[in-house]
């Protein structure tokens, strides 16, 4: 059977696009930048955008369209008889892990979405967003449901494939995600504390640039943001056609997800020192902060339904591509088809889920890493191990396992000092560099 393409290269983008903007560039974006400082995490997170997560997605594209197969089956076949599949095998297992933990998340933007819907969150609840979200995410079945929902809408989407499922899906939600994002900023820009807000995210503390944390939660968030490391690229990339080509969409795509970032943090920080919220409140910032500023506001309540539709839009996806990944590997094989290694993906993912959820409740005890939960610990595990790693090997099968002639060839790039610029870090700056602040942080713990 002839495999999947997009039907346009646009559709190819927008689908990127839709992987890397997602609940990492609103909720993890957000109080990232806001435990780091701000306008100084966010000067080196585009630093890091442009030197290494644009180079090193155009990597991970150039695998994909010239291995034509998904994450394991490409490294098989430009690499036959070594290792290097496991980089792919790492990838399946990286993304598996990551849409298990985030599906949790997304449930619970769905449920707050349906709660602004019905108006329920429109006011305070009694105890404040912080009582009701802790005494929420404890109970065992509630945010299952809503999991579990999620998890469907994404499983019925993938089941449709790439063009009729995927691309469709991303061409309404991408420009519909786009736009929402835009009213809201212009919505927070016209708030009292707007201004604060503004010099909190562009005014930089120049002495916070000497600090270590900054760069490695830096670097982190940029890979996470632009999904590179996880295959979840390399397998939309090898779904193109032979004619569309990679570097100008890569481009576009890098610098889109960061504009969303951006304007995430437009929407977010304003309205945060307009109401008196703390920008280092952490990952519950979106969930409870965000929230108890809606209810202090006029109109807070529609504020909220924007908001939380944005999150679930953008986090749906993200979590389609995170799905591809196994599923194009199980496709292929187990000879399953596409419907049936959806739903047995699907249910895979759903179940590790089912523990991060229940380690907020019944399960709070059990921690992994260190002192953290279940989803902090998967959080860390992928994080700080699976996408740096994933990155660097991906970054290594092309500077050095690929001849020089054959890295720039698959990369499409035309422009010679371009070329070798691009050669030069994923030859030696990537590698070098991802080993040194793994190192550092190491030493710093
Ligand atoms: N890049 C996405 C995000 O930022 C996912 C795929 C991790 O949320």
Redesign the pocket.
Known sequence: MKRDEWKSRLGFMLAAMG???????IW?FSYVAGENGGATFLLIYIFFILAFGIPLLLTEFSIGKAGKKDAVGSFMRLAPGTKWHWTGVMGVIGGTL?LSF?SVVCGWSLYYLFHYLIGDFWTEPTGGFGQSFENWTSTTWEPLFWQFLFMIAVVLVVIRGIKRGIERANLIAMPALAILMVVLAVYSLTLDGASEGLAFLFTPDWSQFGNPQVYLAAMGQAF????IG?G?MLTYASYLKSNDRLPTATVGIGIMDTVFAVIAGIVIFPAVFSFGGDVTDGPPLVFITLPSIFASMPAGGLVGIGFFALLVM??YS?AL??LEVPVAYVHRTLGLSRKAAAIVCGTVIFAIGVTVSLGYGIWSHVTIVENKNILDSIDYITGNYILPLGTMLMAIFVGWYWTKDQAIKRSEINTPILQSSWYFIIRYIVPVAILVIAITSIVDK
């Open positions: 992987s890397a903007v997602g609940l990492g560039n993890r990551i985030y996470f943001s632009l999904s996880i979840g953008a986090a993200s591509s995170m």
